[in-house]
């Protein structure tokens, strides 16, 4: 079965350097999110992307974010100046053109933690 | 009004035994909501759905019953199984808008 994968599966960081998550969203997807979770609260809402530019962005997704999808396979989220409450399992979904939004697949996330 | 209230926050039951997990919602314009299972090391994964005009939904041992004068909706798992640990999910969405709303979660441990 077709899945989500994302890399690295944990990343340490120090505040104020830039990362970059990746994310490989199913190959015949064509819409693409970011969420975060952090540690012991809910899952929220980053961005979602579609057709090469961002469809909607939340009040957390500031200047500091930007998403990419750098060829055809790819979906990266970049944070350029990271905070302390950066710190989180981000995690990528995808879904196909047809199917409700709350058909995402999610990947198995990307643990950030900044010092 | 964007808020999804889940519990409770974790949850033991007895295999065989009935799980039951309760959201509530204020905003009247949501008109999905999707529960979500998540195990450890894994991605959230849709489990099943139910949109306002059905009071109920079953798909196996796992229902949604809907309330919609009351804004709140709740998952039962019937004849619950070591297998069913998990953190779930209640979400919610919208028609015109591309995000889920999530709840808390709650951590769901059944023993044998």
């Known amino acids: 079965e077709p899945e989500v994968t994302q890399t690295p599966s944990h990343q340490v960081t120090q505040m104020g350097q830039e990362v970059i998550l990746r994310c490989v969203p199913i190959?015949?997807?064509?819409?693409f999110y970011w969420y975060r979770q952090i540690l012991g609260q809910k899952v929220e809402f980053l961005v979602s992307?579609?057709?090469?530019?961002?469809?909607?962005k939340s009040e957390i997704f500031d200047d500091q974010f930007s998403v990419e999808r750098p060829d055809g396979s790819n979906f990266t989220l970049k944070i350029r100046s990271t905070k302390l409450e950066d710190s989180a399992m981000y995690f990528c979904?995808?879904?196909?053109?047809?199917?409700?939004?709350?058909?995402?697949?999610f990947g198995p996330g990307t643990r950030l933690l900044v010092l | 009004q964007q808020q999804v209230k889940q519990s409770p926050q974790s949850l033991i039951v007895q295999k065989g035994g009935i799980s039951i997990i309760n959201c509530a919602y204020e905003?009247?314009?949501?008109?999905?909501f999707p529960w979500y299972q998540q195990f450890p090391g894994k991605g959230p994964a849709l489990l099943i759905a139910?949109?306002?005009?059905?009071s109920e939904k079953k798909e196996g041992r796992f229902t949604i019953s809907f309330n919609k004068s009351a804004k709140q909706f709740s998952l039962h798992i019937m004849d619950s199984q070591p297998g069913d640990s998990a953190t779930y999910f209640c979400?919610?969405?919208?028609?015109?808008?591309?995000?889920?709303?999530f709840g808390t979660g709650t951590r769901l441990q059944v023993f044998p």
């Open positions: 979904a995808s879904r196909p053109r047809l199917g409700r939004v709350e058909t995402q697949y």
């Open positions: 190959s015949n997807h064509l819409y």
């Open positions: 992307f579609y057709n090469n530019e961002i469809s909607e």
């Open positions: 905003n009247t314009a949501f008109d999905y």
């Open positions: 139910i949109r306002p005009d059905v």
């Open positions: 979400a919610a969405s919208m028609w015109g808008t591309d995000k889920l709303i």
